[in-house]
């Protein structure tokens, strides 16, 4: 049982360049979240699901795009990636019932 | 928008000393108030958390004190341990649609020195 496990954990993008961030959970869960992490701000809830094919905005969906094709996976994308996006970056998701969302071990990204 | 405010940003505290970790909320309509561990390179993990209907919850050594009047909540780490030495976020969720949506407070950086 590996729980939330996401790929890869560092990558480094230039300015303009485009990446898929994977997440993948073994639970069965129905929610799943991508948040991002930076100094000072938390954890800012980027876009959710609740459920396979659907997906909703966060706080800060700007200049990312999910998608939920498999239960199992949460797909993050940057199609033009800016300096801005430079943060650590965590999928979580919870069950149907107790209100805890186990978190994966994130993704250092870095645009320059 | 600030929804959850959270203090001190760090924290420096004896071994054997009693860690204090403040939050404030806003939302009315926020129902249940987790806090979770964060250590260095690692994904946050779930500590402890409450119900509004409940003014005290206690696990081992850490215990949320929960105020619903004046909307405020504290983590409260007796006996710190240099192994305690993480952030910690607090957290509420509000149920939007079904997705139980968690606002995250900004980190408190624990240490806690020998």
């Known amino acids: 049982n590996a729980g939330v496990t996401q790929t890869p954990k560092f990558r480094v993008l230039k300015t303009g360049q485009s990446m898929t961030l994977l997440c993948a959970q073994d639970?069965?869960?129905?929610?799943m979240y991508w948040y991002r992490q930076d100094p000072g701000m938390g954890l800012r809830l980027i876009h959710y699901?609740?459920?396979?094919?659907?997906?909703a905005k966060g706080e800060v969906p700007d200049g990312y795009n999910v998608s939920r094709l498999k239960k199992q996976n949460f797909l993050l994308g940057l199609e033009s990636a800016a300096p801005s996006q430079t943060s650590v970056y965590f999928c979580?998701?919870?069950?149907?019932?107790?209100?805890?969302?186990?978190f994966g071990p994130g993704t250092r990204l870095t645009v320059l | 928008q600030q929804q959850v405010k959270q203090s001190p940003q760090s924290l420096i505290v004896q071994k054997g000393g009693i860690s204090i970790i403040n939050c404030a909320y806003e939302n009315t309509a926020f129902d249940y108030f987790p806090w979770y561990q964060q250590f260095p390179g690692k994904g946050p993990a779930l500590l402890i958390a409450?119900?509004?209907?409940?003014s005290e919850k206690k696990e081992g050594r850490f215990t949320i004190s929960f105020n619903k009047s004046a909307k405020q909540f504290s983590l409260h780490i007796m006996d710190s341990q240099p192994g305690d030495s993480a952030t910690y976020f607090c957290a509420a969720s509000s149920l939007t649609g079904t997705a139980s949506k968690l606002t995250f407070g900004t980190g408190t950086r624990l240490q806690v020195t020998l």
């Open positions: 639970m069965n869960h129905e929610y």
């Open positions: 979580a998701s919870r069950g149907q019932g107790p209100y805890e969302q186990f």
């Open positions: 409450i119900r509004p209907d409940v």
């Open positions: 699901s609740v459920g396979e094919g659907t997906t």
